[in-house]
């Protein structure tokens, strides 16, 4: 719901600032004013031949909590508030003129929540970040940044760095209290030291050329988990065995051809289940029902969903799998099902011996 202010907007009346600067700053302001919606401030596209604003106070005046800056990182060395708790960034313009500025120079001393997506930054500029010890999400994709000042926000929560160029990430054992982490698109990382965020239950690692996930195996408390695009040729039954409460996996586009399946395992929809995307032939090999969850097939892929509970299995009639599957053909998160149909008819062929034990 937009919310109405009839404040006068605070400018900074410096002298060197002119007349003509200040009314655009108090047009600018008013502005943005009116477009405030659920504590949150959208201001973006001013582009370098517009007047800058000369300050920022308007924000800490209206008490605004959510502060977003696409394509005006500039403004960034103009903050300071104490209300705002997230601030988010990101560059899509790169003909920005970008001045020098380090963390040291946001004055947020409550903030929560941080994204500086695609800005350039490198380590030295994120020097003392470690000063918002109040950080429980923060977002420093596509930037030229490891773990170095990082790993020191022992309050994080949610952590994204894709597109980091990350290597090795040793320091990331000592986020103890991270539950959700993307780390997509860092080829060649080491994921062994993963082993010890055991509290992880969302993890996201695409395109990291990764072939094993072994260090993966105790992490028993996730619940989605993406290795897809990686090197990946085969997945055992040790790998994913203590992971009961996981709802999505997702290994597309791998080289996986053969997957043992655990009759145990609460991700299991088929004991045997391979598609091989070089010959494009979907393998059925000893199939059988043995759980709640479902699995689509796509290049090379499965990816399960729980229909009914995330921790009991279920022998499901054959008709039962057969309308689960109709229901999971039109959830809003799947939307390339190319191979449902294939399933469909995989469970029509099996007699009720084959499928149950």
Request: proline share 1%; net charge positive.
């Amino acid at each position: 719901m937009q919310r109405k202010y009839s404040i006068k907007t605070e400018l900074n009346q410096n002298s060197c600032v002119s007349e003509q600067q200040m009314a655009y700053d108090d047009k600018i302001a008013r502005k943005y004013i009116n477009q405030i919606r659920n504590d949150q401030l959208n201001i973006g596209n001013l582009h370098n031949g517009d007047p800058e604003l000369t300050s920022l106070k308007f924000i800490e005046t209206l008490n605004i909590k959510k502060l977003n800056l696409i394509n005006n990182i500039n403004m960034i060395l103009k903050l300071n508030s104490s209300s705002l708790t997230k601030l988010y960034i990101q560059i899509t313009q790169y003909n920005i003129a970008q001045k020098e500025w380090t963390v040291n120079d946001l004055e947020i001393e409550n903030l929560e929540d941080l994204s500086l997506i695609d800005c350039n930054l490198v380590n030295h500029q994120i020097l003392n970040i470690s000063k918002f010890q109040k950080l429980k999400v923060l977002d420093l994709s596509a930037n030229y940044v490891d773990l170095t000042h990082v790993y020191k926000l022992n309050n994080l929560t949610k952590l994204s760095m894709c597109r980091c160029g990350l290597k090795y990430i040793d320091q990331i054992v000592s986020l103890i209290n991270l539950e959700e982490l993307d780390l997509s698109e860092n080829s060649g990382i080491d994921i062994s030291p993963l082993k010890y965020l055991v509290k992880l239950t969302f993890l996201e690692l695409c395109k990291c050329n990764i072939v094993s996930v072994q260090a993966l195996r105790p992490l028993v408390n996730l619940e989605w988990l993406n290795l897809s695009q990686n090197n990946i040729v085969f997945l055992d039954r040790y790998e994913l065995h203590g992971m009961k409460k996981l709802e999505y996996l997702n290994v597309n586009s791998n080289f996986i051809s053969d997957f043992m399946v655990i009759g145990k395992h609460p991700c299991d929809l088929f004991q045997k289940q391979g598609y091989n995307r070089r010959n494009q032939q979907l393998s059925t090999d000893t199939q059988r029902c043995i759980a709640c969850q479902i699995f689509y097939v796509e290049d090379s892929s499965f990816v399960h969903r729980n229909i009914l509970t995330k921790h009991k299995l279920f022998k499901l009639k054959l008709e039962q799998v057969n309308q689960q599957l109709h229901k999971l053909m039109n959830h809003q998160l799947l939307t390339h099902i190319t191979f449902f149909k294939k399933i469909v008819n995989i469970f029509q062929l099996l007699n009720k011996q084959e499928i149950f034990e």
